[in-house]
């Protein structure tokens, strides 16, 4: 029998990472006169995650085990008319899963961040904004209705915007966070809209009264079109996650992003914050599933997201840039996922692909610390024999990352690609080439930079002056202008690696059964495997996960992965003077993908410019013309011209007014001697 969860427990657990927040951004910033130090202030914020992890494990074992559940408003904040806003939670498969990986890879970024940012100034301010973050994630992902949902979309994205511009005095850094913050609000606009429309024809804002009301929803169009009104929501509620969570053209933001901090590009870019629109569409999918012309958007919009921002990583130089533009393309892979209905398949990549992500972002500021910041590939090699936990635990990540056989990656990315296979919606074709093309891809860029930091020729030594660009993480240590050998990093960077390693192997191979092919996400997630019948398909090849990894060896997915690996090694150990070669022979292809298919160029020089003659037109003759000039003044002009007319009529002399008087009398009698007749 299902039991029900401790609601103050559940408020424990959003409101410790916030209570360590406000610790360490009061009392340990100058805005409190900086009362504590850097050791109370990171006590005090990994305190906090802790509580919260440890909690929010205790509520996966209760939801997975016990059955229990919990969907109750907390707190009322106001009704207006019939429509209730307030706080409340909903704990089931998919929250208590999303609860778990948020907060375990928050705990790993925070003790990370001791080493990272051991001498940055910004350091108790740096902790208390990556425990806001953990806090407003955790609100996002735990709400019961829509207006809790939208306050954490916000603020997750309020706590990106200071974090990537956490170093301030860098242009490179505030022009990041400006961009990042800009492109989500155009997102955000068709969420709030999506929102809306649930609110104006639901009555509701509460998740389980909008979901019980969508087949109600399914019958309506949109007024004064042809649209039916449920495919409508669907998109805009969509454009929300696009912005979010990074897909194609609201992808822009998130490579700039790695301007900030590598613990926050671990935290909000690769593990939580741009999965936030993954969620949010899984747990829509009572909506989403009423309008397959929205499910083949998404699965277009994904499949070019995931194919095209995988060709950009093969060309980027900068390590963090490599990741990123990968997790751009694995997000792809959700979303295609989420198009084909298959939206078990996606959170369940989801979680696999934010444990070995974060592991990757975490290596890969580890390098940045053993090479004396230093984050261009070119100049590392040779990394393997100085940095040996870094090394091994970076060579996991890549492994999962490609999709190797009984690693966590392997099985959420094939289940990904065998929904898509056997999806019956316009665009499952081209999703399906760009799923499997993207598998060749990806494991070339990922042993790309795994070969030309850890393997070849030692480079460290041979860095140009001009290396060090200013749009690089500033050097705490002050290494830049020396060449010292590389180094291990310290144990509070070590360890959190170690420990994300260990989940990135086994975790998929532990919770596919229960998450893909259980009941563990049954009240969770509504599939009509009638019209859309992948999952229900990959139901009958199940035999378990070990028969699927032996199976996965036979497969062209294994083989194109192994293609991707052996093209990489080829070109960066073995012919290393090749590469060049081909950039030159194909330099206009080559041109594009360095200038990221222009996407850049076009928002700044069209659209900004088209918006800002726009908003010119609007401010000249909307406001100036017709508001100031007609309305405002033209009444004000108006009323003077009547003022001066009327105003000869008092002339101050009593025996004008008697004639008035006099005149308005007679008008009057014969006024109702004509109404007489």
């Given at each position: 029998?299902?039991?029900?969860?401790?609601?103050?427990?559940?408020?424990?657990?959003?409101?410790a990472?916030?209570?360590?927040?406000?610790?360490?951004?009061?009392?340990?910033?100058?805005?409190?006169?900086?009362?504590?130090?850097?050791?109370?202030?990171?006590?005090?914020?990994?305190?906090?995650?802790?509580?919260?992890?440890?909690?929010?494990?205790?509520?996966?074992?209760?939801?997975?085990?016990?059955?229990?559940?919990?969907?109750?408003?907390i707190?009322e904040?106001?009704?207006?008319?019939?429509?209730?806003?307030?706080?409340?939670?909903?704990?089931?498969?998919?929250?208590?899963?999303?609860?778990?990986?948020?907060?375990?890879?928050?705990?790993?970024?925070?003790?990370?961040?001791?080493?990272?940012?051991?001498?940055?100034?910004?350091?108790?301010?740096?902790?208390?904004?990556?425990?806001?973050?953990?806090?407003?994630?955790?609100?996002?992902?735990?709400?019961?209705?829509?207006?809790?949902?939208?306050?954490?979309?916000?603020a997750?994205?309020?706590?990106?915007?200071?974090?990537?511009g956490?170093?301030?005095?860098?242009?490179?850094?505030i022009?990041?966070?400006?961009?990042?913050?800009?492109?989500?609000?155009?997102?955000?606009?068709?969420?709030?809209?999506g929102?809306?429309?649930i609110?104006?024809f639901?009555?509701?804002?509460?998740?389980?009264?909008?979901?019980?009301?969508?087949?109600?929803?399914?019958?309506?169009?949109?007024?004064?079109?042809?649209?039916?009104?449920?495919?409508v929501?669907?998109?805009?509620?969509?454009?929300?996650?696009?912005?979010?969570?990074?897909q194609?053209?609201?992808?822009?933001?998130?490579?700039?992003?790695?301007?900030?901090?590598?613990?926050?590009s671990?935290?909000?870019?690769?593990?939580?914050?741009?999965?936030?629109?993954?969620?949010?569409?899984?747990?829509?999918?009572?909506?989403?599933?009423?309008?397959?012309?929205?499910?083949?958007?998404?699965?277009?919009?994904?499949?070019?997201t995931?194919?095209?921002?995988?060709?950009?990583?093969?060309?980027?130089?900068?390590?963090?840039?490599?990741?990123?533009y990968?997790?751009?393309?694995?997000?792809g892979?959700?979303?295609?996922?989420?198009?084909?209905?298959?939206?078990?398949?996606?959170?369940?990549?989801?979680?696999?692909?934010?444990?070995f992500?974060?592991?990757?972002?975490?290596?890969?500021?580890?390098?940045?610390?053993?090479?004396?910041?230093?984050?261009?590939?070119?100049?590392?090699?040779?990394?393997?024999?100085?940095?040996?936990?870094?090394?091994?635990?970076?060579?996991?990540?890549?492994?999962?990352?490609?999709?190797?056989?009984?690693?966590?990656?392997?099985?959420?990315?094939?289940?990904?690609?065998?929904?898509?296979?056997?999806?019956?919606?316009?665009?499952a074709?081209?999703?399906?080439?760009?799923?499997?093309?993207?598998?060749?891809?990806?494991?070339?860029?990922?042993?790309?930079?795994?070969?030309?930091?850890?393997?070849?020729?030692?480079?460290?030594?041979?860095?140009?002056?001009?290396?060090?660009?200013?749009?690089?993480?500033?050097?705490?240590?002050?290494?830049?202008?020396?060449h010292?050998?590389?180094?291990?990093?310290?144990?509070?960077?070590?360890?959190?690696?170690?420990?994300?390693?260990?989940?990135?192997v086994?975790?998929?191979?532990?919770?596919?059964?229960?998450m893909?092919?259980?009941?563990?996400?049954?009240?969770?997630?509504?599939?009509?495997?009638?019209?859309?019948?992948?999952?229900a398909?990959?139901?009958?090849?199940?035999?378990?996960?070990?028969?699927?990894?032996?199976?996965?060896?036979?497969?062209?997915?294994?083989?194109?992965?192994?293609?991707?690996?052996?093209?990489?090694?080829?070109?960066?150990?073995?012919?290393?003077?090749?590469?060049?070669?081909?950039?030159?022979?194909?330099?206009?292809?080559?041109?594009?993908?360095?200038?990221?298919?222009?996407?850049?160029?076009?928002?700044?020089?069209?659209?900004?410019?088209?918006?800002r003659?726009?908003?010119?037109?609007?401010?000249?003759?909307?406001?100036?013309?017709?508001?100031?000039?007609?309305?405002?003044?033209?009444?004000?002009?108006?009323?003077?011209w009547?003022?001066?007319?009327?105003?000869?009529?008092?002339?101050?002399?009593l025996?004008h007014?008697?004639?008035?008087?006099?005149?308005?009398?007679?008008?009057?009698?014969?006024?109702?001697?004509?109404?007489?007749?």
């Open positions: 029998m299902a039991t029900t969860l401790n609601a103050s427990t559940l408020l424990a657990v959003a409101l990472p916030l209570a360590g927040s406000a610790i360490a951004g009061i009392f340990g910033t100058t805005f409190g006169g900086n009362r504590i130090g850097r050791r109370l202030s990171h006590t005090c914020t990994i305190l906090g995650v802790l509580v919260a992890f440890i909690l929010s494990a205790l509520t996966l074992k209760s939801v997975a085990l016990d059955g229990a559940r919990f969907n109750e408003t707190y904040w106001m009704v207006v008319g019939g429509l209730k806003m307030e706080v409340g939670f909903l704990v089931d498969g998919l929250t208590a899963m999303m609860m778990c990986v948020v907060t375990f890879v928050s705990l790993m970024v925070h003790i990370y961040t001791i080493g990272y940012m051991e001498e940055d100034e910004g350091y108790n301010r740096f902790f208390a904004y990556i425990s806001l973050f953990t806090f407003s994630m955790l609100m996002l992902v735990m709400s019961n209705n829509f207006l809790q949902l939208f306050f954490g979309w916000e997750v994205g309020l706590v990106s915007y200071l974090l990537i956490f170093w301030y005095n860098k242009p490179s850094a022009f990041a966070n400006l961009k990042a913050f800009l492109v989500n609000r155009v997102g955000d606009f068709g969420f709030i809209l929102i809306g429309l609110a104006a639901a009555g509701t804002l509460n998740y389980t009264e909008a979901f019980a009301k969508a087949g109600e929803l399914a019958a309506l169009q949109f007024p004064g079109t042809e649209w039916m009104l449920v495919t929501i669907c998109i805009c509620l969509f454009i929300g996650a696009m912005g979010k969570s990074a194609f053209p609201l992808h822009v933001w998130l490579p700039d992003s790695m301007e900030g901090p590598t613990p926050i671990a935290l909000i870019h690769a593990a939580t914050m741009v999965t936030a629109g993954i969620f949010m569409v899984a747990r829509m999918s009572p909506i989403f599933e009423l309008s397959d012309t929205a499910l083949s958007f998404i699965l277009v919009i994904g499949a070019i995931a194919l095209f921002m995988g060709f950009l990583g093969v060309i980027q130089n900068d390590i963090k840039r490599v990741v990123a990968s997790t751009l393309s694995q997000l892979y959700m979303t295609v996922a989420l198009g084909a209905s298959a939206y078990s398949v996606a959170v369940f990549h989801l979680m696999t692909h934010a444990f992500k974060a592991l990757l972002f975490l290596a890969a500021g580890s390098v940045i610390i053993g090479v004396h910041h230093n984050q261009d590939i070119r100049w590392m090699g040779g990394l393997r024999k100085y940095m040996p936990i870094t090394w091994i635990t970076s060579l996991l990540g890549s492994l999962a990352l490609i999709g190797t056989p009984f690693f966590s990656g392997f099985y959420s990315k094939d289940s990904i690609i065998e929904a898509v296979h056997h999806s019956t919606l316009p665009g074709g081209f999703a399906y080439f760009a799923v499997m093309a993207g598998v060749f891809v990806t494991a070339f860029y990922s042993f790309r930079m795994y070969f030309l930091v850890f393997h070849g020729k030692e480079r460290f030594d041979q860095v140009p002056a001009h290396a060090h660009d200013p749009a690089e993480e500033p050097d705490p240590h002050h290494h830049q202008e020396e010292h050998k590389p180094h291990e990093s310290p144990w509070v960077v070590t360890v959190p690696l170690l420990l994300l390693a260990f989940p990135s086994v975790i998929g191979f532990l919770t596919i059964g229960p893909l092919f259980g009941d563990f996400f049954k009240d969770s997630i509504l599939v009509d495997a009638a019209r859309h019948p992948a999952m398909e990959l139901a009958k090849i199940w035999h378990g996960p070990v028969a699927m990894a032996l199976h996965g060896f036979m497969t062209p997915v294994f083989w194109l992965a192994v293609a991707g690996v052996a093209l990489a090694y080829y070109l960066y150990l073995v012919n290393t003077a090749l590469p060049a070669k081909i950039a030159r022979a194909f330099r206009p292809i080559y041109t594009i993908l360095e200038n990221k298919y222009y996407m850049d160029w076009f928002n700044e020089n069209v659209l900004a410019r088209l918006t003659g726009i908003g010119i037109g609007l401010w000249k003759g909307g406001d100036q013309a017709v508001i100031d000039g007609a309305v405002v003044n033209g009444s004000a002009r108006l009323v003077g009547v003022a001066g007319v009327v105003r000869r009529a008092q002339s101050g002399y025996y007014y008697a004639l008035a008087m006099l005149l308005g009398v007679f008008v009057l009698m014969t006024w109702f001697v004509w109404l007489g007749r």
